[in-house]
């Protein structure tokens, strides 16, 4: 195992005393524990330090690893320029972990830099581990907005890179934890932030790193974290080993979450391939759901798979209810995977000549047309949760308030640009979100003029 130790460590700029200037008192406990993490990191003295960071280069389809010699960067945006670091990257571990993401097909590469310099996602972890060592080459490596399962499987291709190049590597998870834990802090109060604090803490304190991907995409949003992708990257990284876990430290006194642990790997261990176990769950969910689907489910799913498998558009079928056949009205299509949206295509109305063509040919759109995805792959579709929605009539509305975010849908049209929304959506959870998130897909201004329509939706599962 050439990947000898991990450390998730948070990144506040406040805790280098040039930027903090006496308020990094208040994180004295995450200081001290950060002191000893670059102890052990000196201990160790690894070849490589692979550091994860939420503020390095993000797509949402892509993981960005940074590419050249080497970079510089300071805490000058902080307002301490004299805190200054200047690195060299690991080049050969750099080419051999793109090359390997290509040959997987998996989308990691350094294509795609817009800013060379360090961000304090690095720079604050090495302002701890350059006092104490200062050997080791650096990859910097960003996140992604796609789903766990793919942070977990870079993690996979980092351990294999290590191992193949026979390096010493150290990988340092930077991401600090909620930012919503206090009513006083940057982001306000919300529920779900101490929550994330707490499980987050337990789960990486006993290195359950199966348990990472129980944490659905809405309540990491609405706990607004910083670092479960970059945990979920280190997780993957110590697949299939035992793993001995410390956690050192947690904070909340500012109202973001800091939180520090330790992770040595141990020997082998078939009961911990936690994305195996993760992956055949999810697709048996998934085979019992669609056991239990309705027609109209069963029908959307029958199209997609023609379509993907064989790149067929099925005709009706027969033994259909007569509700499928006989009435005309907008539907759309919506693709799931591993709690992520992975297609979504619909018609407001009707534009077929009954709801069981529009259902087979949006479904059709949705695995294959949907311009935000590219096409669903045939193995893919085990792990695929589909729903229908079928829209009622459109309803010109004079006000918001008139809206509900789980009743109804809404539309909403300056010109011709137009926002469509569907209801009862994870995440949306207030008619402001709802009006948010549809202007921006319609690309409508908050502040110019716009009319509002709302409608009801049957969803079948």
């Known amino acids: 195992m050439s990947v000898i130790a991990a450390f998730m460590v948070p990144h506040p700029p406040m805790i280098v005393p040039e930027v903090g200037k006496g308020s990094e008192e208040q994180i004295l406990e995450t200081t001290l524990a950060y002191e000893r993490v670059a102890d052990e990191v000196a201990r160790l003295r690894p070849d490589t330090l692979v550091i994860t960071s939420p503020h390095s280069v993000m797509y949402a389809d892509y993981f960005h690893i940074s590419p050249g010699s080497g970079a510089k960067g300071s805490f000058k945006q902080f307002r301490a320029p004299e805190v200054r670091f200047s690195e060299q990257y690991d080049t050969e571990f750099v080419k051999r972990l793109s090359e390997a993401a290509e040959a997987a097909g998996f989308p990691a590469g350094t294509l795609g830099e817009r800013d060379a310099s360090l961000d304090h996602g690095v720079t604050v972890p090495l302002f701890f581990i350059r006092k104490q060592f200062s050997g080791g080459k650096l990859v910097r490596i960003g996140l992604s907005g796609l789903p766990l399962t793919e942070h977990y499987r870079l993690g996979q291709l980092i351990a294999r890179t290590a191992d193949e190049l026979g390096r010493r590597v ?6 600090d934890l909620s930012h919503k834990l206090q009513t006083y802090g940057p982001y306000g109060f919300a529920e779900e932030g101490p929550e994330y604090d707490r499980r987050i803490m337990d789960v990486m304190g006993r290195a359950a790193f199966g348990e990472l991907f129980d944490f659905s995409e809405a309540f990491l ?10 945990f979920v990257i280190m997780a993957g990284a110590f697949d299939g080993l035992r793993v001995k876990a410390q956690a050192l ?3 909340d006194v500012t109202g973001v979450g800091y939180g520090v642990c330790t992770f040595y790997p141990g020997v082998e261990d078939e009961k911990r391939r936690f994305l195996d176990i993760y992956l055949e769950k999810t697709a048996l969910e998934c085979r019992e759901k669609a056991g239990k689907s309705d027609a109209y489910v069963r029908l959307a799913r029958a199209s997609v798979e023609s379509w993907v498998l ?15 056949m006989t009435r005309r009205a907008g539907a759309f299509v919506s693709l799931h995977k591993h709690g992520q949206l992975r297609g979504c295509i619909g018609t407001i109305m009707a534009t077929e000549e009954s709801v069981a063509e529009e259902i087979i040919e949006n479904a059709v759109s949705a695995c294959s047309r949907d311009p935000r995805f590219p096409p669903v792959s045939p193995d893919e579709l085990s ?5 229908v929605d079928v829209l009622g009539e459109l309803e010109p509305i004079s006000s918001s308030e008139q809206l509900d975010v789980r009743r109804y849908g809404v539309i909403v049209t300056a010109g011709r640009r137009r ?6 959506l994870d995440g949306v959870d207030t008619v402001e979100d709802q009006l948010r998130i549809a202007r921006q897909k319609g690309g409508i201004r908050a502040d110019e003029p716009y009319s509002l329509e709302r409608f009801e939706v049957v969803r079948h599962y």
């Open 221 to 230: 949003d609405r706990a607004a974290e910083c670092g479960h992708r970059s």
């Open 383 to 387: 792990s695929l949760e589909i729903t």
């Open 419 to 424: 926002g469509l929304l569907l209801p009862n």
């Open 170 to 175: 150290v990988i340092i998870a930077s991401g």
């Open 310 to 324: 064989r790149h067929e558009q099925i005709p009706v079928p027969d033994g259909l209810p007569d509700e499928l």
């Open 249 to 251: 430290s947690h904070q």
